[in-house]
């Protein structure tokens, strides 16, 4: 769905059935009502609605207005909450419920009111409308009329009397940009394991570069990962018969005087290889490249608004199956930087894949500070369920920086310890170290400890996304049944603030 400002939108609201087109009227109270959008019945209605204290005060609400014998078809009331309520993400959840509710009336069109609205509010707003309207129909082979019909296909953001438009424009039209780069990385994340092997991953990167002025893009395969000594993404993908490789995507705009490094684990598939997952939600691990649709796509978004900061983004990619040739426990492979990893457990691959390439990204590029994004353990779920992802690393104001992105985006984050302790866990019996820890001990920052052997006295984040990549409820603009794209809002947001010298 495409996003426009206009301010003659009364011209444009003639141009189709007004019948199909429906008002969304975000508010704090009836004062901000838009008399010049709404007619005088519609005012009143939303009016006598506000009045009669069905909206709380503390949490986002939306409903419907029909209005059939109007100019448009009806009105969505949309109330973020009040007060200390009054936040960023409480108004893109209030969009998210708008957009259900316009579904629900089959809009075809929509004009939004943002007079109520500050810029940044109605850039949040035009984001969670932009997040809601995400579909991943493309393998239904027949779509019944009703469901093609059933979803707005324009938008437009009516704009008020005496307001900037062109500031106005700038903050909703980059923050459907940046929503849109979070959709394209869950359109990576539902696409089936069969479409989506390593390959496929390195030309959607390969697109990138080839889209973008300032990008290039560098795959490594089979031969040249074992030149190289990455035997520990190598192991990952013995099983399979696609081959895994390494992507090095690049964005090198000028100016640019900050360069960070973004990894993204890119397990196309994980059924755990040997160490062989339960069955019940097996299919779910197509989602384990996240983390690589995360980087990949973040990278893409601030291409496509230009800033300026140099940004290399590696993506191991690898399937981890249980062919002939598959990695077995007790096996020792010795990674890109000389370490020897004790594999005690195939189905902690995730960090395997990642120890080469942060290795080897950190050794040739030379980043002020990498940040990882992997779905690497079901412990971070275990001990912040779906409402955060899980933050450790090295650098205090570093993992400060990316907590801020987090809040102000909606994308939590939440800092868990790691300390030197925790090399304990992990030291090998015959080689340097063990791939997992204790049992039920610590695994999501086993994970991370692993990790830090591998980038050296670089700057390091390491974001454990496996709560939140997918199968999140109750987030209005997320639909639980596809994934999120976790994580490509937080980086813009950081990178943006990177580049603008904070």
């Known amino acids: ?65 029909p209005t059939p014998l109007d100019q448009t078809g009806g009105v969505i009331v949309a109330f973020p909450g009040k007060g200390k309520h009054r936040t960023q993400e409480n108004i893109r959840r209030a969009a ?6 316009l579904v629900e009336y089959k809009a075809r069109r929509v004009v939004v ?30 779509k019944s ?30 923050a459907a940009v940046i929503a849109e780069g979070a959709n394209a990385a869950r359109r990576l994340g539902d696409t089936a394991a069969n479409d989506l092997p390593p390959r496929a991953l390195a030309a959607f990167a390969r697109g990138i570069a080839e889209k973008f002025p300032y990008c290039a893009c560098e795959v490594f395969e089979r031969d040249a990962l074992e030149k190289m000594g990455m035997n520990a993404l190598l192991g990952v993908g013995r099983g399979s018969s696609e081959p895994p490789v390494l992507i ?17 684990k890119g397990v196309c598939f994980d059924s755990g290889g040997i160490s062989l997952k339960p069955p019940q939600s097996m299919h779910e691990m197509k989602y384990d490249m996240s983390g690589a649709a995360a980087a990949l796509c973040a990278l893409m978004t601030a291409a496509e608004l230009r800033l300026p900061v140099n940004i ?11 062919g002939a040739a598959a990695q077995t426990p007790g096996d020792i492979v010795r990674a890109y930087n000389g370490k020897t990893i004790e594999v005690h457990n195939t189905d902690a691959e995730g960090r395997l894949l990642l120890a ?48 801020s992105a987090g809040e102000e985006t909606g994308e939590r984050l939440w800092q868990l310890p790691l300390w030197d302790d925790h090399d304990e866990l992990i030291r090998g019996e015959h080689a340097d170290i063990n791939n997992v820890g204790p049992a039920r001990e610590a695994g999501a920052i086993v994970g991370a400890a692993f990790l830090r ?23 209005p603009y997320w639909d639980a049944k596809y994934a999120t794209g976790f994580g490509v809002r937080l980086l813009v947001n950081w990178l943006s603030k990177l580049a603008s010298g904070k």
């Open 1 to 65: 769905m495409k996003i426009a400002v206009l301010e003659d939108w009364k011209a444009w609201l003639k141009q189709d059935n007004a019948r199909h087109t429906w008002i969304v009227q975000p508010f704090f109270s009836e004062a901000d009502l838009d008399k010049a959008l709404l007619s005088k019945s519609q005012a009143e209605a939303a009016g006598a609605l506000i009045r009669s204290g069905l909206f709380s005060g503390n949490k986002p609400e939306a409903r419907a207005l």
């Open 96 to 101: 998210g419920l708008a957009w259900k509710l």
């Open 113 to 142: 009111s943002p007079s109520a609205l500050r810029d940044a509010e109605s850039a949040a707003f035009a984001e969670g409308l932009t997040l809601a309207s995400y579909r991943f129909d493309q393998y239904k082979s027949k």
């Open 145 to 174: 009329r009703e469901e093609e019909e059933s979803a707005p296909t324009q938008c437009v953001f009516a704009v008020p009397a005496r307001r900037n438009r062109n500031s106005l424009e700038t903050a909703v039209t980059r």
């Open 248 to 264: 090095m995507l690049t964005y090198r705009p000028p100016k640019a005087k900050r360069h960070v490094a973004i990894l993204g």
């Open 312 to 322: 290399t983004v590696s993506v191991p990619a690898a399937e981890n199956k249980t």
């Open 356 to 403: 080469d390439a942060l290795a080897y990204t950190i050794r040739k590029y030379r980043p002020e500070c990498a940040v990882d994004l992997a779905t690497l353990t079901g412990a971070c779920v275990v001990a912040l369920g779906h409402h955060a992802a899980g933050i450790m690393g090295t650098d205090e104001p570093l993992i400060r920086a990316l907590i």
């Open 453 to 475: 052997q591998f980038v050296d006295k670089t700057p390091w984040a390491h974001l454990d996304i496996a709560g939140t990549a997918y199968g999140v409820k109750k987030v």
